[in-house]
């Protein structure tokens, strides 16, 4: 699948996600940056500009909702079989590694 969206413009939509999701909850950026942890300037800059850690995003999902969404859609894709053959064809691979550079 194409992605016609880029990781800087996600990272900003993500931003503000989380902003929508601070003010709907009623917090201020102090008052989120107090209950998750995440200083208050590391908020701020995320804010403003998308710049933050995973494990800081994710603690300020834990605050103002949808860790379990972002879980959910990094959860891998469990394959759909049509046949017997196929599962058993499945069955067989044990083992799936990346490839070496």
């Known amino acids: 699948m194409i992605s016609l ?9 993500l ?3 989380v902003r929508s999701r601070r003010l709907s909850v009623g917090l201020t950026q102090e008052g989120l940056a107090e209950r998750s942890g995440v200083a208050l300037p ?4 995320f804010e403003q500009k998308g710049v933050i850690s995973l494990e800081s995003f ?17 959860k891998p894709e469990k394959p ?10 499945e069955d067989k691979v044990i ?6 550079k």
């Not at 079989?81 to 064809?89: A, G, H, P, T, Y």
């Not at 083992?95 to 070496?100: E, N």
């Open 5 to 13: 969206i880029t990781p800087s413009k996600a990272l900003r939509k």
């Open 15 to 17: 931003a503000e996600n």
């Open 42 to 45: 590391t908020l701020r800059k």
């Open 58 to 74: 994710l603690k300020l999902l834990l605050v103002v909702g949808g860790l379990e969404e972002v879980l959910e859609a990094v």
């Open 80 to 89: 759909t079989f049509n046949s017997i053959d196929e599962v058993l064809k």
């Open 95 to 100: 083992r799936k590694r990346g490839r070496h």
